[in-house]
Structure formats: C-alpha cells, structure tokens
C-alpha cells in the first residue's frame, strides 16, 4: 500500500466524511453528492482518489455503480498512525 497516497487521501475532510459513511452501507455516486452540497463530478473526483488509495472498492448493479468502504485497507492504515504513538499511550 503507497501510505503516501492513502494518507492524501484521507487528509481532505469531505473524503474522510465519505468514509464515514461508507461505513454502514453502501453507497451510488448520486446517492453521497446528495449527502453534500457539491457537484456530481466533484464527489466523483473524491471517489477516484479514495479508490486509488484502495480505501474503497466500486461494484456494479444495474445502471449504477456503488461504492463500499475496503474496511481491511482502512484497518491497516489506522494501526500504521496508531503504531507512531509508541508504547505510551496515556
């Protein structure tokens, strides 16, 4: 995993905010940009960059493409930054 590029990408407050919701279900395109007060294309963009991170995964269904949280990837990141805290945790 480039931790470079994942870490780019959860540092934008909207992607982090898709993330969080991508964490109970899944999501179309259509169905996030109404989460926000932004253009399709723009959360399109924000879905390429989390995608290329491996932080979420897309499938098929019909006409529409959803999005799901790739929670083992997210896991993994989260014990890296955990981990830069040393043993101290207080």
Known sequence: MAMNQTLKAIADPIRRRI????????????????????????????????????????????????????ASVFEEVLSWIYSLGGDNHE
């Open 19 to 70: 993330l969080e919701l991508l964490r109970t279900r899944s999501y179309s395109a259509g169905e996030l940009a109404a989460q926000f007060d932004l253009q399709q294309a723009t959360i399109s963009y924000h879905l390429k960059l989390l995608k290329q991170a491996g932080l979420i995964s897309e499938r098929r269904d019909k006409n529409f493409i959803y999005y799901d949280l790739n």
